[in-house]
């Protein structure tokens, strides 16, 4: 989902940032309070991707986006004046990442603006490929040239955008950041390597090197001039920052760029290009697995440039066997990409996915793939690190090479040797990304779970939210199927979701569940697993189960606007929970008191995920009796 985007529309159609005295944002919806409720264009509104529906409720306007409204808030208040003092975030308490998915994240959030060009250039490339290759034209033309210009441009000039896109993700100034990538590139920097690999600066040596298409350098590089930036502004007197804040940024990080954090990446090159040089002499099996199944990483971080000079070296004495090891990598991620178009029902994932499919096969260009696709949904990556380590062996195992540089796709397969043996080895490493991406699906599950049981239910080709009154249990003959049981969180009196005052749950906007009207101010896990999202105002929390549900337990219609008060969470975001164990204790005569509806819906978000979501037929329910069952 584009976030930004979605921001935007919603901040048009609300009328504008001027219409707006007050944001917040809650579990599930934003909060508005307007000048003039009238302004908005409900309908507009409404049929936003990203968007499930739209309330007027309690004196706000909302907007109800589900478990993806914290990532909307964020990019209002970054892109707008709303952040400047008018509005304010219900305060979300949210899992810290883990260092791994933090570095991945900032990468894939920096690369995405990117996407379309690299996609779009990635295809132009594939087709200047199969003119060429076919003779329709010729690659000393002037027509080929200016085409190729549009088609290398967003990868050749890589750092440029990285500096102005990683400054956004950094929240750093973007257009300095776009200076400090464009500084590696400037003529008089780029010429220093006509006189050689170093130079100096200031007397203190500098080893040079060819920053086009280069992603680490630049990611460090605005890394750091964010931390600079900030400090700079706190010691710098307003009215001189304009200038003198940039001034001192570039002449800090450029030539810190030239000296450490660009060498940095040249040294970790020559340590990966000594460990294969050592590989490949102890058994190319291994080697071919190695890199099949980790060059991925690599190029991430724009680290494959390194290897590229044992390959013309290499190839300078006749064939280089790298390149077809590496082969393996780029056909998994082709079959990975494949997969994901042929599975996804996402029209931005799908036309993503088609184009990264295209890239690779036509043209070798892996990019559009590992930040479109595998980064995106890091399920994908152990997928394209198996498939690409079992066809990097059989290509290094059978010993087959390259007889000259060519990025690995469908038209340079003759350049490599033993043909068939080739063939099987990139036919093993796409096929086995295609299978594993269908049969294991590409979206991230998180930790989930409910009790599990097994009964006798029909399989449903597609996999949807089946419509309410709608049955999909067959005969006892069928093929069995799982099912999950999902326990009650409260004791009280069960309501259908029809009956819950509130458009976004009674309509199904946010999935398929449940209401109880609690007799009891205790929530307690209907299963076991882990606290996803709970906000500190204490009303409501959303639970992944170790089986996949998303549950989210919203106490009472509007109780947000009690900020708080006769709610104390008994859970943290991240904590592994069981059971029975304590999540909320309320005050129920308290919130009535206050003139709030405590009933209480009980959603599965992930509602798509499953053929069906089948209610108890009880009228009341104590904490721990079945309430839902999931049928997968």
Known sequence: MKYERLAKDIVQNIGGEENVTNLVHCATRLRFNLKDNHLPDKEKLKSLEGVLSVVESGGQFQVVIGNDVAHVYQEIMKNSKLGAGNSASEDVDQPKEKMMSRIFAVISGSLSPLLPAMAGAGILKAFLTLFTTFGWLSAESGTYLILAAAGNAVFYFLPIFLGISASFKFGANPYVGGVIGAALMEPNFTGLLANGDTSSFLGIPVVLMDYSSTVFPVFVAIWIFSYVEKFLKKIIHKELQTFMVPLLSLVIIVPLTAMIFGPFGVYIGNAIADAINYLMGVSG??????????IFFLVVFGLHWGIIPIVLANLTNGTDPILAMWAASNFAMAGVALAVFLKSKEKSLKSIAGSSTLSLLLAGVSEPTVYGILLRHKRTIPYVIIAGAVGGAINGGFHT?????VFQN?????????????LIGIAAAMGIGLILTLLLGYQDKKKSGAVTETSNIAPIVEKKAVQPGVSTI??????????????????????????????????????????????????????????????KSGHAVILLSE????????????????????????????DHV???DVLIEF?????????YNPITPIIISNTGDYLDVIETTNSTVTAQDKLLTLVV
């Open 401 to 405: 090479y390259a007889t000259a540089f």
């Open 547 to 574: 089986s996949g549900a998303e549950i989210l337990i919203h106490i009472g219609i509007n109780t947000v606007q009690l900020k708080g008060q006769y709610f104390t969470p008994r859970v943290k975001a991240g």
């Open 578 to 580: 069981r059971i029975g």
């Open 285 to 294: 099996l291994l080697t071919g697995a190695v890199i099949g199944g980790l």
């Open 474 to 535: 067959s005969s006892n003959n069928a093929p069995t199927s799982k099912k999950e049981v999902l326990l009650s969180p409260l004791t009280g009196e069960l309501k259908s979701l029809t009956e819950v005052p509130d458009p976004a749950f009674a309509e199904g906007a946010m999935g398929k569940g449940i209401a109880i009207i609690p007799s009891v101010g205790q929530a307690v896990s209907p299963v076991n697993g882990t606290v996803g999202t709970i906000l």
């Open 410 to 422: 469908i038209f340079s397969i003759g350049a490599f040797e033993p043909v068939g043996y080739y």
């Open 587 to 595: 005050e129920l005569e308290k919130i009535k008191e206050a003139g």
